[in-house]
């Protein structure tokens, strides 16, 4: 067997998580024919094919498989082994990766992540805005942002900002045209802007007041993917929004958007910061942890 360099593993992992060349190639910052020669070589060294290419995926051979199953525990103790190594710096620098979805993005992770930076200029940050309930591990990231009910029970889960509240918004235009609904129970009849979470099931509003509580799930002639679109759409007189509180309140100021209903409106739980429980995570990972509890989400810094 020709001499293989241990490297060549981590290259043959990462092209697997990430589902092709081209991905593992972005996220590594080198070209996907540099992977594609390393992969050859360590193919011709061990004489066994290990991935199964197409135009269109990438995935393991039986023995690519089996390899993976014994190569990502020895890896993964290589890495702690770094990071035990990095916790003797004296300032934390490395790449950390987030995974949160929109929302959390917007008024949370970015206004802390960029105070973070002025704080750490050694430490690099990637975010990824994504709503889809991921394995962060499998996915390479260090931290993801989710509500409570869909972490795993592996992770370990840090309370992220404040309390939540959705707001029920349209344009005084709309207002104009067809009438202000004045309960949750008026909008029947109404042309609510609907938004679809990316498994396909649709957002259900949800309202409380006093005693009572009620589900809705809105009709309406559109349907968007992202809270952005439905602000947009409301903002154009399109119809009835349902945005988290921080994306309606400037518009509302401005009278750009009348919000309806507030005391319909339930404070909700927090989000939350997860990430895996381990040992000893890494310097920059702690050191983000300890900014993040010191932060004034109020005052925005």
């Known amino acids: 067997m020709r001499p293989i360099r241990l490297d ?16 593992a190639a ?4 080198v070209s996907s024919s540099a992977l594609s020669q390393t992969m050859n ?4 060294a061990l004489g066994i094919r290990l991935l199964n290419r197409t135009t269109r995926s990438v995935s393991p051979t039986e023995a690519g498989q089996r390899l993976l199953d014994r190569l990502a525990p020895a890896l993964s103790d290589i890495q ?7 916790e003797l710096r004296d300032s934390p620098s490395g790449t950390l990766r987030i ?5 959390a993005v917007d008024h949370l992770l970015c206004p802390l992540v ?27 990231f260090d931290a993801g942002v989710r509500f409570g009910k869909q972490l795993a029970q592996d992770m370990i889960a840090v ?13 005084p235009d709309y207002i104009d045209r067809y009438g202000r609904p004045e309960t949750p129970h008026d909008l029947v009849g109404h042309d609510c802007v609907r938004r679809r979470f990316p498994g396909g099931t649709l957002v259900t509003w949800r309202f409380a007041y006093g005693n009572e509580e009620l589900e809705v799930t809105p009709a309406g002639r559109l349907t968007v993917s992202t809270v952005h679109n439905e602000l947009q759409a409301a903002l154009a007189g399109r119809g009835i929004a349902h945005v988290l509180d921080d994306y309606a309140k400037p518009h509302v100021r401005d009278g750009e958007l009348v919000e309806l209903f507030p005391d319909w409106s339930p404070t909700l739980p927090h989000w939350f910061l997860y990430y895996p429980n381990r040992r000893l995570p890494s310097a920059a990972m702690r050191a983000f942890l300890d900014h993040m509890r010191g932060y004034d989400w109020q005052a925005g810094g």
């Open 80 to 86: 702690r082994a770094i990071a035990e190594v990095d």
């Open 159 to 171: 309370p992220f900002g404040p309390l939540l509240r959705y707001a029920i918004i349209a344009s």
């Open 26 to 29: 972005l996220e590594r910052g």
């Open 99 to 103: 995974n949160a979805p929109a929302p």
């Open 41 to 44: 070589a360590l193919e011709e």
């Open 114 to 140: 960029f105070d973070f930076m002025d704080t750490y200029p050694e430490v690099k940050i990637e975010i990824i805005s994504d709503a889809a309930v991921i394995d962060i591990v499998e996915q390479g």
């Open 8 to 23: 060549s593993f981590d290259v043959f992992v990462a092209i697997v998580r990430c589902g092709g060349f081209r991905a």
